[in-house]
């Protein structure tokens, strides 16, 4: 079974500068998908970034960028320039590549506080 | 994006009832939508994958007659706990992917249940 792994409960970053979440997964799969999402106070499940697992350049979406290293089953998230409303929780996902529907497998999630 | 609508948003219930939350998609259609709890300060497990026209998969641990899962259309699946107990109290969201080769699943907001 496919896990996923966050080994930063909880994580601060003092707003305009750079933080990076990790993630750590275990698959025996060779093609996937990753992803990171973004839980604010309201509770609604966001997208913020996905990475394709055969694709080698690291996915980028305007100030978050992710840093996949697929030997090492890493998959990093990068958040530049911190705004306040990066403030929340956030899951790294897998997602194997089912034919029919999807099924994800969530980390347990780092909680990012940003401080002004 | 895709949108899906989940309803109630918060709902409180007495010991002994039942209570029914709707997860709709409000411009596709979904064969399948998955059903997922959050506890507090934890991450999303998944319940249940809700088929439609079939019956649902339900996840070891879970029990499939205390939460009763229909989907009985292309845009509606309905999560119904049953005699529910305090410990039935949580955060439940559900989800669906709007195509079968689609990375991307889109949330509802979530219902939090709370059973008194």
């Known amino acids: 079974a496919q896990t996923v792994t966050q080994s930063q409960p909880e994580m601060s970053v003092q707003e305009a500068e750079t933080v990076t979440l990790s993630c750590t997964y275990d698959?025996?799969?060779?093609?996937?998908?990753l992803f990171w999402y973004k839980q604010p106070p309201s509770r609604q499940m966001i997208l913020v970034i996905r990475?394709?697992?055969?694709?080698?350049q690291n996915a980028t979406e305007n100030r978050f960028s992710v840093n996949f290293q697929k030997a090492a089953k890493s998959f990093s998230l990068k958040i530049s320039d911190s705004q306040l409303g990066d403030a929340a929780m956030y899951f790294c996902?897998?997602?194997?590549?089912?034919?029919?529907?999807?099924?994800?497998?969530f980390g347990p999630g780092t909680r990012l506080s940003v401080l002004p | 994006g895709a949108v899906v609508s989940q309803h109630p948003s918060r709902v409180i219930c007495k010991s002994g009832t039942s209570v029914k939350i709707e997860c709709r998609s409000l411009?596709?259609?979904?064969?399948?939508m998955f059903w997922y709890r959050q506890f507090p300060k934890k991450s999303l497990m998944l319940m249940a994958t809700?088929?439609?026209?079939?019956?649902?998969?339900?996840e070891q641990g879970v029990e499939k007659d205390k939460f009763l899962i229909n989907h009985a259309s292309l845009t509606l699946s309905t999560l119904t706990v049953t005699s529910a107990h305090p410990e039935d109290s949580s955060f439940y969201i559900c989800?669906?992917?709007?195509?079968?080769?689609?990375?991307?699943?889109?949330f509802g907001q979530g219902t939090r249940l709370t059973v008194v």
């Open positions: 411009d596709f259609q979904a064969t399948t």
């Open positions: 809700s088929n439609e026209g079939s019956k649902a998969t339900y």
């Open positions: 989800s669906a992917p709007p195509g079968r080769m689609n990375t991307e699943a889109f």
């Open positions: 990475q394709e697992a055969y694709k080698q």
């Open positions: 996902a897998y997602r194997r590549l089912d034919n029919y529907g999807q099924n994800f497998v």
């Open positions: 698959t025996s799969e060779s093609d996937y998908y």
